[in-house]
């Protein structure tokens, strides 16, 4: 076989693997659901177990039952089935995880969808490091990193990582995985919530995690240099900069922009409407603005890729003479500033 035959050979392959997933239901995960014994230190069913030997495994959780004490004062219900999982990070920069072979590897250059509902417990608190008799909390939030590689525990490729997961009730985490290479096994860890603070015990707890399915690969969106974005829903109480709770799934929402979109430099822009003096809306302005922008930063997005700045009164979009072009007026805004 010549050199351009063998090509369109393996072309040909990998196109024929990559119909033959098309047309399977999904990338089955096993034991999603994290079913077992509820017990401390124990891998479930199914999952390997990742962290280092010298520390304790994962923890099974599971509904309380009447006059019976919860695992690690760890109270919260199962989402699916009747056990869930517990992963903690410690001080000592170690981290728990488990791993588990696909039952069809990931291919590079195709597209892939997954989720997780994820929690985090106030209280896991009968913890003990390892060569430590001392009493541990494990109360500080986390992240989930979804690592992909060629062997069992394999951190070969980051696949995906979550937000800081501080709801306390299940929320699903959804994921796109792109390979850059063919991927066989996957590994879920839990993590500090940026490699520059400095390190803590936290807990993380897992269920219900779906199978792995493929997915249209959806082009990323071109931006432009001084392209303006408007941030809707984004509330103040009146006359502060203190973001209502309400808001803070749409900074969610432009936290996950800037994480997928990791070469954009932007400034976070604030505005006012017409009817408090120059001044005021200057500062006003400015002060909402660095709010955003600090918010970002608390939650992992590097401190040189958020500016921010306050317009005032002066750029309106719409006329200030009725209450709805006023509030329409009040807002805050993305301008992509540069891309690297």
């Known amino acids: 076989m010549d050199k351009l035959a063998l090509i369109i050979f393996n072309i040909l392959l990998l196109y024929s693997m990559a119909i033959s997933q098309t047309d399977s239901t999904s990338i089955v995960?096993?034991?999603g659901s994290f079913e077992d014994k509820?017990?401390?230190?124990?891998?479930?069913?199914?999952?390997t177990n990742c962290g280092l030997p010298s520390e304790s495994e994962v923890d099974v959780h599971s509904a309380m039952k009447v006059n019976q004490k919860p695992l690690f004062g760890v109270k919260t219900k199962p989402l699916e089935g009747k056990t869930y999982l517990g992963m903690v990070v410690r001080k000592n920069n170690t981290y728990e995880k488990i791993g588990q072979k696909l039952s069809t590897p990931l291919l590079q250059g195709?597209?892939?969808y997954f989720s997780i509902y994820l929690a985090k417990s106030a209280d896991y608190n009968n913890g003990f490091e390892s060569k430590s008799d001392s009493f541990e909390l494990f109360d500080k939030p986390t992240k989930l990193r979804i690592w992909g590689g060629d062997i069992y525990c394999n951190q070969k490729e980051k696949l995906g990582e979550s937000v800081v997961v501080e709801n306390t009730d299940w929320n699903k985490y959804e994921f796109t995985f792109l390979p850059k290479s063919r991927i066989t096994f996957i590994?879920?860890?839990?993590y500090y919530?940026?490699?520059t603070f400095f390190p803590y015990n936290g807990n993380l707890l897992l269920d219900n995690a779906s199978n792995i399915i493929i997915i249209r690969c959806n082009n990323k969106k071109k931006f432009k240099v001084g392209q303006t974005i408007k941030i809707d829903k984004l509330y103040f109480s009146s006359?502060?900069?203190?973001?209502?709770p309400e808001s803070f799934k749409v900074l969610d929402s432009l936290l996950v922009f800037l994480q997928t979109n990791e070469k954009l430099i932007i400034e976070i822009g604030g505005h006012t409407n017409s009817q408090p003096p120059p001044q005021f809306c200057y500062i006003l302005s400015e002060k909402r603005a660095k709010a955003v922008a600090d918010y970002l930063i608390s939650k992992g997005i590097d401190q040189y890729r958020v500016k921010y700045k306050g317009y005032g009164k002066f750029s309106p979009i719409v006329s200030n003479s009725t209450k709805e072009g006023r509030l329409r007026n009040q807002r805050v805004?993305?301008?992509?500033?540069?891309i690297e």
């Open 239 to 244: 006359d502060s900069a203190t973001i209502k």
């Open 38 to 47: 509820p017990a401390c230190c124990m891998t479930p069913y199914g999952w």
């Open 193 to 195: 919530d940026t490699e």
């Open 187 to 190: 590994t879920l860890e839990a």
């Open 110 to 112: 195709i597209c892939y």
């Open 333 to 338: 805004e993305i301008k992509i500033l540069k």
């Open 29 to 31: 995960i096993i034991n």
